[in-house]
C-alpha cells in the first residue's frame, strides 16, 4: 500500500514504500518501449512542443546509438497506476502488469556501459580520469553511466537517503556489472558533465558523486566537462 512519510518540515515526502520498481531491460524490450522512454525524456526535459519533440529524437538516436555497446545495460523505474475496466486488458503484458487491473508507468531511467580501453570512450576519459582510476577499465571495473532520467523532486528532496530513486538507480547499474565479473569486485561509476551544466552537477554531488582530475601532465588546458566518479 502507497505510503508518505512528512519530512522534519511536516510536508509530505517520497517514501521507499510507494512501490516504485526497478528492473533491467532487453534490447528488444527497449526497442519495444522506445515510445515510453522517448516521452518520460521529453516530459523531464521541459520547454515548448517544439522544444520536446526535438529533445525526444535526439535522445532516442542517441540511445540507439549507445545501446550497441558491448555491455550496455538499461534500467526502468516502474509505478503500478490503476485502470478503469475497459483499460485492464493493457498492452504491457503480463511482465509489466504487477496484478490485474493495474497498469505501469515509467517514473525513471538509468543506463550506461563498461568502459573498455580500446574504446571512444576511454580516450576521452584519459584527459579527466586520474591513471590509477583509468587502469580498472582493463578489468572493466570502469562503468560510465551516461544517462540518470528522474523527476525534479528525485533531484530536489531527500538527496541523501537511500532510497531516493536516482541512488536506487545508480546503484543497482553499478550492482548488476559488479555481480558479472569474476570474484565480484567493486565497480567504479564515471561520468562527464558539461561544465557549464550547474544544475546537473549539484544534483550527481547530492547523489553521492565525487570530482576527480587527471593527473597534471594530462589535464587538457581548456577542458569542457569535468569528471565524477561513484563507488570505491
Not at 510536508?11 to 519495444?32: F, N, V, Y
Not at 516530459?43 to 526535438?54: F, H, K, M, V
Not at 572493466?140 to 536516482?166: E, K
Request: aromatic share 6%.
Amino acid at each position: 500500500m502507497p505510503l508518505n512519510v512528512p519530512d522534519r518540515r511536516g510536508r509530505q515526502a517520497p517514501s521507499p514504500l510507494e512501490g516504485e520498481r526497478i528492473r533491467p531491460l532487453s534490447r528488444w524490450q527497449i526497442e519495444d518501449r522506445h515510445k515510453e522512454l522517448g516521452d518520460l525524456y521529453a516530459e523531464l526535459s521541459g520547454g515548448d512542443p517544439r522544444a520536446w519533440n526535438q529533445a525526444r529524437e535526439l535522445f532516442l538516436h542517441r540511445l540507439s546509438v549507445e545501446v550497441q555497446r558491448p555491455g550496455f545495460a538499461l534500467l526502468v523505474a516502474e509505478r503500478g497506476v490503476p485502470q478503469g475496466p475497459a483499460e485492464a486488458g493493457g498492452t504491457t503484458g503480463a511482465e509489466d502488469t504487477a496484478h490485474r487491473g493495474e497498469g505501469v508507468v515509467l517514473t525513471g531511467c538509468a543506463y550506461g556501459f563498461p568502459v573498455h580501453a580500446n574504446g571512444p570512450w576511454w580516450r576521452g576519459l584519459d584527459g579527466y580520469l586520474p591513471r590509477d582510476l583509468l587502469q580498472l577499465s582493463a578489468s572493466g571495473r570502469l562503468f560510465a553511466i551516461s544517462g540518470l532520467l528522474v523527476h525534479s523532486r528525485v533531484r530536489t528532496q531527500n538527496q541523501g537517503r537511500d532510497w531516493n530513486l536516482a541512488r536506487r538507480l545508480q546503484r543497482r547499474l553499478l550492482a548488476d556489472r559488479t555481480a558479472t565479473l569474476a570474484g565480484h569486485p567493486a565497480v567504479l561509476g564515471v561520468t562527464l558533465v558539461d561544465r557549464g551544466d550547474t544544475a546537473t552537477l549539484r544534483a550527481l554531488r547530492s547523489w553521492g558523486w565525487r570530482s576527480v582530475r587527471a593527473d597534471a601532465r594530462d589535464t587538457p588546458p581548456a577542458a569542457p566537462c569535468r569528471a565524477l566518479v561513484i563507488g570505491p
